[in-house]
């Protein structure tokens, strides 16, 4: 007799909706003592090796209008290439830079900020070397899955054109939307959810 093995049902998707600020950023929300300052809200010390940079931009919907009450969090290897991860096996990052960062969006503009390292280059999973890159993760009201996109540098042209990621592009007129402006040490880089200036999503 074939046994019913009662598979479980997948659960209703729902958006972060204004809990996921209180959760994830209380001190930004005017709760204190929790975490003594919010989980992602530094990213180096003293001691991290690397050029520092800041990254700036906003998160802007389909409208045109700066999307107040997201949160943007971004993940990053080291300034050598090297990921703050167990399963890093290329060698020891630097302890000293966390690699990760979490940021809610300004209530006046929808404006982020991170201050970081300019990132080294890692492999594909082919091997082929990547261009210096941060990953970017997005959620907020009305967006039921997190969105992934990735920023590029625009000093980084030769880099660029050899990543294999955007190689795989197919509209190369939307590659513009994953190299960020500005120059060292102070890029921008504006996420659009819709519209003409649409970001390039990943599915990951």
């Not at 039921?144 to 509209?171: K, Q, V």
Request: charged share 20%; aromatic share 8%; proline share 6%.
């Amino acid at each position: 007799m074939v046994q019913d093995l009662g598979y479980l049902k997948e659960t209703a998707s729902q958006t972060a909706g204004p809990y996921v600020h209180i959760g994830l950023t209380p001190n930004f929300c005017g709760i204190s003592g929790v975490y003594e300052k919010d989980l992602g809200s530094s990213m180096v010390n003293d001691k991290t090796l690397g050029q520092r940079i800041t990254v700036k931009g906003r998160v802007i919907d389909g409208a045109g209008a700066p999307l107040k009450d997201a949160l943007v969090e971004i993940w990053q290897a080291d300034a050598a290439g090297l990921y703050n991860s167990p399963s890093e096996i290329r060698g020891a990052a630097d302890p000293n830079f966390t690699g990760w960062g979490r940021c809610p969006t300004s209530a006046e503009d929808g404006g982020f900020v991170f201050e970081t390292v300019k990132p080294g280059r890692v492999p594909f999973k082919d091997g082929r070397l990547m261009a210096p890159h941060i990953t970017f993760w997005v959620v907020a009201r009305g967006i039921n899955i997190g969105l992934h996109t990735r920023m590029y540098f625009p000093d980084e042209t030769g880099a660029n054109s050899e990543d294999p990621l955007l190689a795989r592009i197919e509209h190369r007129h939307r590659l513009e939307t994953l190299v960020a402006s500005g120059a060292a040490p102070s890029y921008v880089f504006d996420i659009h959810l819709q519209g003409e200036k649409e970001t390039v999503f990943l599915d990951i």
